[in-house]
């Protein structure tokens, strides 16, 4: 491989690893999103443990 990319032009190598950077860029980027989404759903998911203080009412109506 290392003899592959020694025999190539240094334009070509620059450009390969231009799009080496592109596709390492984009793979983060996915990854974030993924995880920020999971990140949301397990706080949206700690947060329904507790009650909503608009509902809590509605438990014990006979109180109020």
């Known amino acids: 491989m290392k003899r ?3 025999a190539m032009s240094p334009r070509w190598q620059r450009l390969l690893g ?5 596709v390492f860029i984009v793979l983060v980027l996915v990854s ?3 995880l920020f989404d999971l990140m949301s ?3 949206g998911w700690i947060m329904a443990l507790f009650p909503h ?3 809590s009412w509605k438990e ?3 109180c109020f």
């Open 41 to 43: 759903c397990g706080i």
């Open 53 to 55: 203080p608009d509902e």
């Open 18 to 22: 231009f799009d080496t950077w592109g």
């Open 4 to 6: 592959l990319f020694s």
């Open 32 to 34: 974030l999103l993924f």
């Open 60 to 62: 014990c109506s006979w």
